[in-house]
């Protein structure tokens, strides 16, 4: 019994300790809020209650923006296509660098392509094309080869050029010194070109009449036509008009390229008294020679030759050709490609008159030819030279 009692006794106990390690743990003490002060007038409750906004209205739905495309990629800037090259073939009936009539042009060119640049203008050329079906065949050749202008720079090369361009309709020709354009034939992508060197050389004769002191001077030319006769003839009258007493010795080689022959001549005018000369074609540097030999005044025509006998060169008549060319270059690129004539003159700056500075020209006879130049240009002097 007694071992009973102790039994639930201690049941008892363990149950309370049970009981009391399962029960919460007891909750600290709340803190008190800090009181709020009342305000000292109580708020009026409002009139009448608020009114509650009236629902807002959903917005309708928007629409999503069309896609933007997307830019096309930039394409990096390219420089404009070049524009095309102005390619040009010549004909020379002597030397690039003769010195004469020859230079004249292969200079004109020069000039040209400085200008325009190598990009935009180029020429190829054929020298000492003396040989005329030579010359045509080189023509035909260029010709067959795109070449936009063809020029053949010789009086001598009219008959091919009209024979060679109805073959080339769209091709540009261009010959001289020569008036022709053989539009009367039907043809009409020839050009021609000439120079009133009459002018330049009426200008030599008055210095050359001013400067002897024999009172003989004399030219030496090719053939009795074209430019040649012209410089001659205006050589003869520049001379009288200045002293008419002055005897002008003429002589035509027969010759463009004879320099030995020319040299001759060059000779036989001095043993007969001349001191004073002057001449045209590509063989007067054989005369040129002979009147440096002798101490003789020089005038050069076509192209500058001072350099070669700088002491004895008076002035030159120098071809300037660009003027011409560059109308060519131009109504060719309109697609003109013949039928005009141009004349290279004092007035237009085809022809000019330059002075060797290395010479002592006296300054009246400078004075005088200025003059002389300027009244060719205002027309108040006429050299009387009548173009055959």
């Excluded at 390219?78 to 009936?93: E, G, R, S």
């Excluded at 040129?288 to 020089?298: E, T, Y």
């Excluded at 290279?344 to 060797?356: A, D, E, I, P, S």
């Excluded at 006879?365 to 009548?386: E, F, Q, R």
């Amino acid at each position: 019994m007694n071992a009973r009692r102790l039994v639930v006794v201690l049941a008892l106990i363990a149950l309370i300790a049970i009981i009391a390690a399962c029960a919460p743990a007891p909750t600290p003490a709340r803190t008190a809020a800090p009181p709020t002060v009342a305000p000292a007038h109580p708020t009026a409750a409002p009139a009448k209650p608020t009114t509650a906004p009236a629902p807002t209205t959903a917005a309708a739905p928007t629409t999503a923006p069309a896609p933007t495309t997307a830019p096309a990629p930039t394409t990096a800037p390219t420089a404009a296509p070049a524009a095309a090259v102005f390619k040009v073939a010549v004909i020379l009936p002597s030397a690039a660098n003769d010195l004469s009539f020859s230079q004249s042009m292969f200079d004109a060119l020069t000039k040209v392509q400085n200008t325009m640049g190598k990009d935009k203008f180029q020429f190829v050329y054929s020298e000492n094309m003396f040989n005329v079906p030579d010359a045509a065949a080189a023509i035909r050749d260029y010709a067959s080869k795109g070449y936009n202008l063809v020029i053949a720079h010789g009086s001598q090369y009219g008959a091919s050029l009209a024979d060679i361009a109805p073959d080339f309709p769209k091709t540009a020709f261009a010959w001289g010194t020569a008036v022709d354009t053989y539009e009367s034939k039907g043809i009409h992508n020839i050009f021609s070109y000439t120079v009133a060197s009459d002018q330049g050389g009426y200008v030599e004769g008055v210095m050359a009449a001013k400067l002897s002191k024999t009172g003989v001077v004399g030219f030496i030319g090719p053939i009795p036509a074209g430019d040649g006769q012209l410089t001659t003839d205006g050589f003869s009258a520049g001379a009288k008009a200045t002293n008419p007493n002055i005897q002008v010795r003429v002589t035509y080689t027969q010759s463009f390229s004879d320099v030995a022959l020319a040299s001759q001549t060059a000779q036989t005018m001095i043993s007969s008294g001349a001191d004073v000369l002057s001449g045209t074609s590509q063989s007067v540097v054989g005369a040129l020679s002979m009147a440096k030999d002798k101490n003789v005044l020089w005038f050069g025509n076509d192209a500058d030759e001072t350099s070669l006998a700088p002491k004895i060169v008076v002035a030159n008549q120098i071809y300037d050709w660009t003027i011409a060319l560059n109308d060519m270059i131009s109504n060719v690129n309109k697609g003109t490609l013949g039928g005009k004539v141009y004349t290279m003159t004092l007035q237009n700056g085809g022809l000019k008159m330059v002075y060797n500075p290395a010479f002592a020209l006296p300054a009246d006879v400078k004075a005088l030819a200025d003059k002389t130049v300027a009244g060719l240009i205002d027309g108040s002097i006429k050299t009387g030279v009548i173009a055959k």
